[in-house]
């Protein structure tokens, strides 16, 4: 009995089912599944555009932009305000060339506004100032000195005089009224 109820694959037919039922072939089997696929495809799209154009209205918000183009940047605020100590005056002296030039410098040291402190000891370490000015710049090339150098050489003194010299006192910003370096 159990050998009777197995499918029989090799063209026999099963007793019991009737002989005169035809399958269907060729295309009018195949279009009910290929519209059957048609139409789950396409239920599928309209139901993914939906979605998306509901979820972009949402974020945004009736069509307005997300991102407003700023006028001003926020991170340009304004420069501060700093006091000048031109206590140094004009500095002579030679670059460390095989054949010197000379150099004629006039710094200005810039602090903090209002800090007592740092004026104090700026003034009473003027001397030093001066000597240090002498000596940073002998110990400089001429192609060191270069108008392009000049922010380099910025940073150099405020490093070192903020570090070396100079207790309480911050230096925040170095300029030059002048800086002629001449061939002898």
């Known amino acids: 009995m159990a050998d009777k109820d197995e499918l029989e694959l090799e063209g026999e037919e099963s007793q019991g089912l009737g002989n005169n039922q035809k399958k269907a072939s060729g295309l009018v089997a195949l279009v009910p599944n290929l519209l059957k696929f048609v139409a789950i495809g396409l239920g599928a799209l309209i139901f993914i555009v939906t979605v998306s154009v509901i979820t972009h209205n949402i974020l945004n918000r009736g069509g307005r932009a997300q991102t407003a183009i700023p006028t001003a940047s926020p991170f340009v605020g304004t420069r501060p305000t700093f006091t000048a100590f031109t206590g140094i005056g004009q500095v002579r002296t030679m670059t460390n060339d095989p054949i010197p030039y000379s150099v004629v410098v006039e710094m200005i040291i810039h602090y903090d506004l209002n800090d007592n402190a740092a004026m104090t000891e700026l003034n009473d370490r003027r001397l030093e ?54 061939q002898i």
Do not use: C, G, Y
């Not at 110990?139 to 309480?168: F, G, M, V, W, Y």
């Open 129 to 182: 100032l001066v000597d240090f000015t002498r000596t940073f710049f002998r110990s400089k090339r001429a192609h060191d000195l270069r108008p392009e150098n000049e922010q380099r050489l910025r940073q150099e003194i405020i490093e070192h005089l903020n570090t070396r010299i100079l207790n309480t006192a911050r230096v925040r910003m170095i300029t030059f009224n002048q800086l002629d370096v001449m």
